[in-house]
């Protein structure tokens, strides 16, 4: 079943009302995925209360809100696994596929925004090969919650080895202002900013003690905790185009070196 005939038959059911099957459908796609489990909590919760409503314990207001709540969540699980698949497709492309192979590389965590341009798809598939080379396997974000950001990204990172953070521009200030209408105003003038959750990312796998390595790009404004002069956070600084750096030093030899750190940590779990 390909994910496209799984949005529709799931859709389908909990149109008509059929949610068990519904959530059935779900468990047999995505086997022993963790996200899930709050579905199923839900699921048992909405079926406490349909006990009680029989009992005279609940009524119809108690019901219909937690049937409410469990078709929501079910349609946002849907909707945060399209979601996932569409920014796995916009940064490695379609050339990846999940391979039994993978089960034995060291997996950690790649903190990357979507690339918006040829010369960062390209960058990131290098970068991505390089590492699969190296026995190392970069894993993005798999879900996402609306109500709760941080849970999805701190679980992902719980379950691995270490951190990979790529920052690449997202944003450019031909001219603009900060600090507008202080003393303290001052003039921006052509810089680069990468991507906000790039800094989160950054912050708990620092506060989870995992290896930790920056890639930013020279171009980037130095700011929060993607700055040169955080060198006790792995900042390295590269050329997004020119990737062949990731071979060259001193590039290659932070990043082997963070890879010896990466499989030391997992031998040490």
Same mark, same amino acid.
């Given at each position: ?19 068990e ?53 079910? &349609? ?17 492309g ?8 993978d ?5 950690v965590?790649?903190? $990357?925004?979507?690339?918006f ?13 390089y ?18 950001? &941080? $849970? ?9 080895? *270490? ?21 303290? !105003? ?24 995992l290896?930790?390595?920056? &890639? ?7 700011? *929060? ?21 990731? !071979?060259?030093?001193? $590039? ?18």
């Amino acid at each position: 079943m390909t994910f496209e005939q799984l949005e529709t038959s799931v859709r389908d059911l909990v149109s008509l009302n059929k949610l068990e099957e519904a959530i059935h459908v779900l468990q047999e796609y995505f086997a022993d995925d963790e996200e899930l489990d709050g579905i199923t909590l839900q699921s048992a919760n909405y079926h406490a209360i349909k006990e009680n409503q029989i009992k005279g314990l609940a009524d119809n207001l108690e019901v219909e809100l937690a049937l409410n709540k469990l078709r929501s969540n079910v &349609l946002q699980l849907l909707r945060s696994k399209k979601e996932y698949q569409k920014y796995k497709e916009q940064t490695f492309g379609n050339k990846l596929s999940d391979s039994s192979s993978d089960t034995e590389k060291v997996k950690v965590f790649f903190s $990357v925004g979507s690339p918006f341009n040829d010369d960062q798809q390209q960058y990131i598939n290098k970068l991505v090969t390089y590492f699969d080379q190296n026995g190392i396997a970069l894993e993005t974000l798999k879900g996402w919650d609306d109500n709760d950001p &941080l $849970v999805p990204i701190i679980q992902e990172m719980k379950h691995s080895n *270490g951190c990979l953070v790529l920052a690449l521009e997202r944003y450019f200030v031909s001219d603009g202002t900060e600090k507008r209408g202080s003393e303290q !105003e001052g003039k921006i003038v052509g810089k680069s900013y990468t991507s906000p959750w790039l800094h989160i990312e950054t912050a708990l796998a620092r506060s989870l003690d995992l290896p930790l390595i920056i &890639l930013k790009d020279q171009s980037l404004k130095n700011e *929060g905790l993607i700055h040169d002069d955080k060198q006790e956070w792995g900042i390295v600084r590269i050329d997004q185009s020119k990737i062949e750096q990731i !071979e060259e030093y001193p $590039v290659k030899n932070f990043i082997l070196s963070w890879i010896k750190q990466v499989k030391k940590f997992q031998e040490n779990k």
